[in-house]
Nanobody, 119 residues
């Protein structure tokens, strides 16, 4: 079965950086997308960034464009989210998820990792 495990969250001051990792395993489909989402306290979950694994094409939410970078390591089956110039509004639980490229919804989710940015 498909499994995703996030790591790398923590407490950081505004202006600082963190790198999140999402280790994936158990996938049986070859064309897929891996995305990062976050859920701020008291708010709905929102899209952050995504990458098409085979191609490497990536796209971002407007709120993180220019500050966050998504990348993947084929050998490690891991997706990273490099977060720079962090702001207090970036605080939340960050989740990675994956789906087949042809599917509309993300079918598989990790357990999440907490990111807290202090002002």
């Amino acid at each position: 079965q498909v499994q995703l495990v996030e790591s790398g969250g923590g407490l950081v001051q505004a202006g600082g950086s963190l790198r999140l990792s999402c280790a994936t395993s158990g996938r049986t489909f070859s064309d897929y997308t891996v995305g990062w989402f976050r859920q701020p306290p008291g708010k709905e979950r929102e899209f952050v960034a995504a990458i098409i694994w085979n191609v490497g094409s990536a796209w971002y939410a407007e709120s993180v464009t220019g500050r966050f970078t998504i990348s993947r390591d084929n050998a490690q089956n891991t997706v990273y989210l490099q977060m720079n110039s962090l702001k207090p509004e970036d605080t939340g639980v960050y989740y990675c998820a994956t789906k087949e490229l042809s599917q509309g919804n993300y079918a598989y989710w990790g357990q999440g990792t907490q990111v807290t940015v202090s002002s």
